[in-house]
């Protein structure tokens, strides 16, 4: 009650596009991340990041991409974002992002598809896999 509608409806759009799965056995192990506030400003301002991002096998890599959430799960935090140079939506481990630059730009796709779908649609994908 003491922030203003703005501030309100900022802080409701950043908790409607973080989701976190933590069992609580291992909350004691959450990672300390700095790029979580800024992801959260261009998720909630709609602008796009430009990052380096280092893949599992220790390639780097340079995208620009539009954030629509964070989620945590395998104890870490996840960039969810559609990626320009791939021109689809990528998982992004916030621990394997080496450099992290705002932009005043904004999102140029117009049609996002919420967070909760996409983790819906991993989730199948990952049911589907074990089937």
């Known amino acids: ?17 973080t989701a976190h ?4 056995i291992y909350e004691y192990l959450l990672p300390a991340n700095n790029y979580l506030t800024i992801i959260q400003s261009a998720i909630v301002n709609r ?35 559609w990626c320009h140079l791939r021109q689809d939506y990528r998982d992004f481990r916030t621990s ?18 919420e967070l909760n779908e996409y983790l819906q649609q991993i989730e199948l994908k990952a049911k589907q896999t074990y089937i």
């Open 96 to 113: 394997r992002i080496q450099n992290l630059q705002t932009s005043i730009k904004p999102f140029r796709k117009t049609d996002h598809i």
């Open 1 to 17: 009650m003491v922030l203003g509608a703005s501030q309100r409806e900022k802080l409701e759009q950043i908790q409607s596009k």
């Open 47 to 81: 602008t796009i990041l430009n990052l380096t991002y280092e893949n599992p096998q220790g390639e780097a890599s340079s995208r620009e991409v539009e954030p629509i959430g964070l989620t945590f799960y395998s104890l870490n935090w996840h960039l969810i974002a």
């Open 21 to 24: 799965y933590v069992p609580e």
